[in-house]
């Protein structure tokens, strides 16, 4: 048979589009790699719960602090006001996203992703079957890639894959231990500190009854695992026991084009949707997967390939502005130890500080209170230019 569309990757991108489409009355095969973890704090907003329809169960537990800690060890700690962000292990959300992808009638197919061919004027997706090794492959008229950063499907179908820039993460999922001064399990943990992360941040965010503790980096010579180890000391969590380990590209510019013009279109990581200076991407990934459905089922319905380019066309004109405001926040504190202080001392500003968690909690940039941005920028110049002494707020 031909499937009307082959979604290849299962991560939240892949699957919510396999979910959207198969709900729709498409016939939808959902090609994933089975196995493989994301490295990935695993925080999600409410927004994310509302719109994608995710319950209290697949939490693990409810951050009501976020801690901003400086190189020199300042600390800033962020109470999230009348909310929470919502911690989830990877390792068990992607499989509830695919299962619930395959019960609204999604047939799903476990392999490796090989080529793309079209002998008959279709693509054809070839693939490695998990379970016996053979290339086999799937029939379809439009195909979604949606299998991650460094996307092969994007690097064989779409101009410009191979120059989005990518941060390095790197994880460790960790035994819990109990409270105590240094370890709070309802308190995520961001650390901007040159020694960690050159050009990035390491993190320690709860999961309930395991820890995932990381960072990133752009910098190929810095070594992920060390850093993860000089994190896990500074934090009080070197004796923990270590369960996993996972790494892996994120990229952190949305691409220029998502689609190949005919019958290829992008979603999530393979499209380059994570948000800039927080890394943040599963709402991305799942909203991404979801405006790259809609632009497949209005590409089946016409008969217009221009269709596909709405899946790009939709997302950024609900996230440019809040992707610009993130990458231009990242250019201008991530490149020294000295702005990084400076940042964590602009993080002590109240206005600040509900402003960034309205945008996050909401995922849009608040225009209800003008003046309080211009406030924001005001001290965010002030802090640029060392009128501000980072000791001084």
């Not at 279709?122 to 490695?128: G, K, N, Q």
């Not at 980096?217 to 000391?233: C, F, G, I, M, Q």
Request: aromatic share 6%; glycine share 10%; hydrophobic share 40%.
């Amino acid at each position: 048979m031909r499937y009307d569309v082959v979604v290849v990757g299962g991560g939240p991108a892949g699957a919510t589009a396999a979910e959207d489409l198969a709900r729709s009355g498409a016939r939808v095969a959902m090609l994933d790699r089975a196995g493989r973890i994301k490295p990935c704090g695993g925080a999600i907003p409410p927004r994310l719960m509302a719109d994608f329809d995710i319950g209290d169960e697949q939490l693990l537990t409810k951050v009501n602090t976020a801690r901003m800690i400086s190189p020199t060890g300042r600390k800033v700690d962020i109470p999230i006001e009348n909310g929470f962000v919502g911690m989830v292990d990877r390792k068990d959300f992607d499989p509830f996203l695919r299962a619930r992808a395959e019960k609204a009638g999604a047939d799903a197919f476990e392999g490796t992703f090989l080529k793309i061919t079209r002998a008959d004027g279709h693509p054809r997706v070839y693939y490695r079957e998990k379970a016996t090794g053979e290339t086999e492959h799937l029939d379809a008229t439009l195909v979604i890639g949606a299998d991650g950063a460094k996307s092969r499907v994007a690097l064989a179908e779409v101009e410009g894959a191979e120059k989005v820039p990518l941060v390095f993460a790197y994880h460790e999922i960790i035994a819990a231990p109990p409270a105590n001064d240094v370890y709070d399990p309802l308190r995520c943990d961001v650390v901007y500190d040159g020694a960690i992360s050159p050009d990035f941040y390491g993190w320690v965010f709860p999961h309930g009854n395991t820890t995932s503790v990381g960072m990133g980096t752009e910098n190929p010579d810095v070594s992920l695992k060390d850093a993860t180890a000089a994190l896990r000391k500074a934090s009080g969590l070197e004796g923990c026991e270590t369960l996993r380990k996972e790494g892996a590209p994120i990229p952190l510019r949305p691409m220029d084009r998502w689609d190949n013009g005919k019958d290829v279109v992008l979603a999530g990581d393979a499209a380059g949707v994570v948000a800039p200076s927080s890394g943040e991407g599963i709402y991305y990934a799942m909203m991404g997967g979801r405006v790259a459905a809609t632009a497949a089922a209005a590409c089946l319905a016409s008969g217009r390939v221009k269709d596909l380019q709405l899946a790009r066309k939709l997302f950024m004109g609900e996230h440019k502005m809040v992707f610009r405001v993130l990458r231009s926040m990242q250019d201008a504190y991530y490149k020294s130890d000295e702005r990084r202080e400076r940042f964590v001392s602009l993080c002590h500003d109240t206005d600040v500080q509900r402003l960034t968690f309205e945008a996050y909690m909401n995922k849009k940039l608040v225009r209800a209170r003008p003046m309080a941005h211009l406030k924001i920028g005001i001290k965010n110049l002030a802090h640029l230019t060392g009128m501000v002494r980072p000791e001084h707020v």
